[in-house]
Nanobody, 124 residues
């Protein structure tokens, strides 16, 4: 599985961005796709995750009500719509696929494939 993340950029606080994660290769419905973010000196954290079938979703508390994760199976793409962005959302965002757990997990170590990262910068 190869992942290509895109959609990052510079936005003012309160603005919106939509990240895309395009997957190539064989994808099964039980795969889990996660969006992680990382800032210098901090561990990578999971902000949202979804089973490829769309049946189960996780959000980090700090993004609930602002971020929406969704899948487009026909395009093999997972999206992260980010609304009401805050300066503290500034980070490099990565998408990742877990092909083994068969359940939602927020642990980066459980993910098998990673995209290259896309920078999100929110100015105050």
């Amino acid at each position: 599985v190869q992942l290509q993340a895109s959609g990052g950029g510079l936005v003012q606080a309160g603005g919106s961005l939509r990240l895309s994660c395009a997957a190539s290769g064989r994808i099964f419905s039980y795969y889990v796709v996660g969006w992680f973010r990382q800032t210098p000196g901090k561990e990578r954290e999971c902000v949202a995750a979804i089973t490829w079938s769309g049946s189960n979703i996780y959000y980090k508390d700090s993004v609930k009500g602002r971020f929406t994760i969704s899948t487009n199976n026909g395009k093999n793409t997972v999206y992260l719509l980010m609304n009401s962005l805050k300066p503290e959302d500034t980070a490099i965002y990565y998408c990742a696929v877990d092909e083994r757990s068969n359940r939602l997990t927020t642990r980066a170590q459980m993910y098998d494939y990673w995209g290259q990262g896309t920078q999100v910068t929110v100015s105050s």
